[in-house]
């Protein structure tokens, strides 16, 4: 498949076109090190903080091939990522005291966060270096076992640990935690809200984490309830989005009120407002709007409801409101 066309919808989505994770046999010890030591191996190189070695020339992550491995960071435990065509992929994560200077002079490379380069990579990478990004985290997490305490082993290629424990070898798994995020709307307008902190004229679609025994649905109901006062009945799935800053997975979804009334309830936003199309095109224009970074499932749930609902491109308005 020409990676041209992998869609990039939502930013690290659509990885399953051209990955093949090959979960089936990640207990194959032989099989993963034959994979780990084949000459066309490629090893994507994170430091203790989870940013991405790339290129410091180019707009590319600075894969390490098995003779680069094996010169730099030859102790650093490889965990199986998947296949591309047949070309096993890897992650390598330094600890805290590695040289991250020297290896940056030595790779010719530079590290960058996964929100800076998000959507300067192809899509392909930006998926990779956010399937990497949330193992690590998740490694670097789960050191001890919760049930006991006692120290745990990394196993089946990075994906599972164990624990040391020999009265009970328990098992822990990579988790995710499941957020919801809605562009809320009511006759013709969209419910955006803004936090304190964020710069000013920046506002965004609401979201939260689902909570224990909660559908999405519900999820999506009580948080607009609990932000805004705004009473939510219909509930549409629009698309997800991993984000693993540290564990997450957006799960986008388009919802209709059944009342405009707005009432801040739990204090977590400054402010919520309904926006027409035309209010957002005026707002771009003089500077007093600005949507979610074009990295986030929220710029695309806005950027899919202007379409559809004025024939507007959101890309286009924000391109137009910051000429160059």
Known sequence: MDRAMLPRQNTFAGLSLILNRAAERRDET???????????????????AGEAFMHRDREALRWLDIREREQLIRKAPASFLGLIDATPHFMLVLDES???GALEQALDARRMSLRSAGLQLAADEAGLFAYAKGLSHWQREM?????CGASLELIA????ARCTNPDGAHLHF??????????????GACL??????????????????VEPGESLEDAVRREV???AGVIVDEVRYHSSQPWPMPASLMVGFIATASSPEITLCDRELEEARWFTPQQIIDGLADGSFLPSMALSVSYQLLAGWLQLRAGLDLDALVADSHPR
């Open 192 to 209: 955006l809200g803004r936090q304190a902190g964020w710069p000013p004229g920046r506002y965004s679609t609401l979201a939260g984490f």
């Open 157 to 160: 290629a990075g994906h599972r």
């Open 30 to 48: 032989t099989w993963i090190n034959e994979q780990a030591s084949a000459p066309n191996a490629r090893y994507l190189l994170l430091d203790a």
């Open 225 to 227: 309830a609990e932000e």
């Open 174 to 187: 990579p988790r995710t935690d499941a957020a919801v995020i809605m562009l809320v709307e009511y006759e």
């Open 143 to 147: 050191r001890y076992c919760h049930r």
């Open 98 to 100: 590695a040289p991250n």
